[in-house]
DNA sequence: CTTCTCACCTAACAGCTGTTAGGTTGGTTG
DNA sequence: CAACCAACCTAACAGCTGTTAGGTGAGAAG
């Protein structure tokens, strides 16, 4: 048996960092013990020294990969100005990590739900207090005035939760061309619309 | 061996809805020959007279799923007016199909990468038809002045494929309240921006 | 009644799966 | 020197995987 969490074993963040490559290349069930291994010159056997199990290896990627997408939100949270400012921040915050821990991201966007239904739940809580942060922007931006009419905060929401997603899709499909362009103009687009006609 | 498409088996079909189904479910890789069979009270080696094999039936369930996708496109490109009618008639096409072959279009959506190379290979031509004709839409209401400004068509493409796919999500996570309401606001936000604030 | 075909079943295959117990290093400590 | 420890390896396990060969029964065709 190993801890949970043995504080800081490099060696450990090394094979997270692979068994999130490979989860987010070839998806959970798809991965093999052995594919973690060979990517790190180890036998599959010697994983269960640092990991309890392929389980517990990908309930750890996930929960690394929402603690990212969840610090951008609380980013976003914190800075002053109107709905436009904050939700420009919230992207460039995310895109960001997307860029430094993508794959953590990816598997917990991908294949949170192959988890066992325990490890969703011990992951809902913090995908709760995420929705929560962006919810508190929308209702913000309501109360000021500054959200579009007919637009409910949780609408917003859930688009917005589609277009992060989506950028972590257009990342782990391979390499867009112009890709910070293409974020930047679909963010322009959730603000003011892709359509320059009115109703 | 078995013909590719006997043309109309009925209990053909009934097999690639129950794969659909359980693949939509739990993955491809995460499911089993036995999962599929046991939805339709058979064994497991009965399915082969019907399939000719498992990565065979995800690519007929992905190719019919694609052929949904496809044909609510060429519905939106065949609308006249502007880009909010085409936009709105794609995307209520689309909502449409997805409550009935929901599964199909999320197995393609989310499991077309499990597919071999070959199998990718004979599913890009019709993908590229289909971005073929998103990209017409814009590049349509472009010509005609009715793109917002600094918005370019590949990059509004990018933005449309990501709304519907998170329709799709939203479709498969299980049911939502007020689904309608929720895409439906979603597709106005695309259009005419979350923000009243310009600039 | 015989023959044929469709749709299914049984039983088994070789190979892969996550996981474990116990052994082997190389380096550090007393 | 001896003892110890972390970090790996080897070999194997029980169980599952997709797939196949050959058998079975029902119903249609002649």
Redo the contacts with the bound molecule.
């Keep these: 048996m190993n801890d949970q969490t043995?504080l800081s074993?490099s060696?450990r963040q090394e094979?997270l960092d692979a068994a999130a490559a490979v989860f987010a290349q070839k998806g959970y069930?798809g991965?093999?013990?052995?594919?973690i291994?060979e990517r790190?010159?180890?036998?599959?056997?010697?994983?269960?020294?640092?990991?309890?199990?392929?389980?517990?290896?990908l309930e750890e990627v996930c929960a690394a990969g929402l603690q990212s997408v969840l610090r951008a939100a609380e980013h976003a949270v914190g800075v002053a100005g109107d709905l436009n400012r904050r939700i420009r921040a919230l992207v460039e915050s995310q895109v960001r990590d997307l860029k430094v821990h993508g794959d953590y991201i990816s598997v917990f966007v991908h294949e949170r739900r192959q988890l066992t239904a325990q490890g969703q739940k011990r992951l809902s809580e913090v995908t709760r207090k995420h929705s929560a942060l962006l919810d508190r922007i929308f209702e913000d931006a309501r109360a000021k005035g500054e959200l579009a009419d007919g637009i409910e905060p949780r609408a917003a929401r859930y688009a917005m939760v589609g277009l992060l997603r989506n950028f972590t899709q257009l990342y782990v499909e391979g390499p867009i061309r112009d890709f910070d362009a293409v974020a930047a103009q679909a963010t322009e687009i959730f603000l003011s619309g892709a359509s320059s006609v009115r109703g």
Tied chains: 1, 2.
């Design positions: 043995p074993s060696r094979i069930h991965t093999g013990m052995r594919d291994a790190l010159g180890m036998k599959a056997g010697s994983l269960y020294f640092h990991l309890a199990s392929k389980d517990a290896a």
